[in-house]
């Protein structure tokens, strides 16, 4: 137990009403413990069942255990209880991305800016929601819905993967390392494509075999983080790999569905190439 | 049980983590390892060390700083890898329905610890 920890646990058994227990709460979620969080935040609740604080933090341990129902019920509560609250908004925000509802996502970002206009982390979560927007427009002529499942490759897929090929957003090669579309640039404005490709050769066979021996199914992609960017790689088709580079603001889970959506135009575009 | 022992043993407490290895960056050689019975940890560890190499060699090429994590994921699970020191790699295997965020805040504990 940290030092902080230990000071807030006395100061709230030596007052069981302070409202410390929002702070030890979202502290024992920060360092990991859902478990003992949830258990105070839970206790506090039983005492301020309309603070809306109290459901706030209750929802960001649930969601730190997978619990998204119960996630999505509490910070819906938050919201009831303190309309505009910029904490559950940007909850519910966060489901709804997580959930593949980048669209759904919007409005609840918009109204935690309202809310909380200095908080300095709502801009660049509305500009990655917005940006992942732009992205899957140009991806797709008509957004199914998410319960659809996978959608099949269509010609508008394969069109939008040759924009972002020309713009060198994607790189998409082969199983030998050859360059197939696409491109890639260092910092300096380099063109990297090339040995990038043939570095990666043989990434897909290892993928696979490391998936296989493990029991694990089908590989559906690679990400590697580095502090100034992100490389994910995914396979549109057995024998090609495409890899999407980011810069490290973009959090992966954002970087995973950009980059489905472009493998499902690399592969429209392969199977028009075939 | 060793320090090393008890840091592998920690991430496997993590739900939905089957295993945890210490690889040796260079020749994919595990160092210690915690894992479920029937998970093989010798190959699996030099796939992990080899596509580690293959990435790093594609970021240097990309102009980007060495990868610092790594996850491969794939229909029914992950592998999950962090950098630690000495040229050793923490390897974590997790299940589908494993917690991956919590999983990766406990590798990268991990891997600060092993020294």
Known sequence: ?274 | MTALQATLERVTRVRGIRGAMLVHEGDGLVVAEALAEGVEGAPVAALAASLLARLRRAAAGAGLAPPEFLQLRAERGAVLAVPAADELLLVAIADRDANLGLARLELREAAGRVR
């Open chain 1, 1 to 274: 137990m940290t030092d902080p920890i230990r000071a807030m646990t006395a100061e709230l058994a030596a007052d069981p009403r302070s409202l410390v227990f929002l702070d030890l709460a979202e502290a024992l979620r920060v360092r990991g413990q859902p478990e003992p969080a949830a258990k105070v935040a839970r206790t506090g609740l039983a005492r301020y069942p309309e603070l809306a604080d109290a459901h706030d933090v209750l929802a960001r341990i649930l969601a730190d255990l997978d619990d998204v129902a119960g996630a999505r019920a509490a910070w819906e509560r938050a919201l009831a209880l303190a309309p505009g609250h910029a904490g559950a908004s940007k909850g519910l925000a966060f489901l709804l991305f997580r959930a593949g509802d980048p669209r759904g996502a919007l409005p609840y970002l918009e109204a935690a800016q309202a809310a909380a206009p200095h908080d300095a982390g709502i801009p660049a979560a509305l500009a990655r929601v917005r940006a992942l927007l732009e992205v899957a427009e140009g991806l797709t002529a008509v957004e199914a819905p998410a319960a659809a499942g996978p959608q099949p490759p269509s010609r508008a897929d394969g069109e939008a993967f040759e924009a972002l090929a020309s713009r060198e957003a994607v790189l998409l090669f082969d199983a030998q390392g050859q360059r197939l579309a696409g491109g890639m640039r260092d910092p300096a404005g380099r063109d990297v494509g090339d040995a990038v490709a043939a570095h990666l050769a043989g990434v897909s066979r290892e993928a696979a075999r490391t998936a296989r021996l493990l029991d694990l199914g089908a590989w559906q992609g690679v990400a590697a983080e580095s502090r100034d960017g992100h490389l994910l790689l995914v396979p549109p088709a057995p024998d090609a790999v495409l890899l999407v580079a980011r810069d490290p603001s973009v959090p992966v889970g954002r970087l995973v569905l950009e980059a489905e959506q472009a493998a499902r135009g690399a592969r429209a575009w392969l199977e028009r190439l075939r």
